[in-house]
């Protein structure tokens, strides 16, 4: 370093973690593998101090019933509606985004993502599944799990499709169907990035808290 130059430190943001059900921990060590503080956000005054949010995979009913028991609902809304950056796996799209399928009726949306999505897509067969899969903006191919997982039905115009999977690879129908999605500063994915210990997608998001911080 020069003497006297004054040089770029970027700060280490501060992620949060939807803490309330589901793969929190798994979640919080790939934050902070990929570079950010790492706070589980379990009531409004913890989601204040976060530069973005992560939603696990879980289930996605239970979550939206508790994000209104612990009057998280509308705080997040908001700071949605403000920018604030999210990622959301598995049961996190499905909280995400405008509208579900095959959801319940009384299950609260977060309306941060221009998506259809159906809930537990794949059917019984294949319901749980391993695939290999090209994801835009990393690279090599990531290994993803998915586990009653959603699919997106529908993208709006300003989506842009990460990834695909057939849907069943051995059916004459097979249709490739969109696993994960980007909108600004909104991620999702319909796998789990936190249950293989690869840290690519999370690098992804943080990269993204990190400009917006
Ligand atoms: N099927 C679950 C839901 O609707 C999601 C499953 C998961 O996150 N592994 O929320």
Redesign the pocket.
Known sequence: MIAGKVTHVPQRPVVGVLALQ?DVREHALLVERAGAWVLPVRRASELAEVDGLVLP?????TMSRLLVSFDLLEPLRQRIRDGLPVFG???GM?LLARQVLD?RPDQQQLDALDVVVR??AFGRQVDSFETELEVQGVEGNVHAVF????WVEKVGDGVQVLATVVDDPLSEAATDRIVAVRQGRVFATAF?PELTGDERIHRLFVRTVSEVA
Request: aromatic share 0%; net charge positive; charged share 15%.
């Open positions: 589901g995979g879980g289930e996605s009913t796996s598995c049961a499905v959801g809930r537990n586990i009653r997982a959603p789990h």
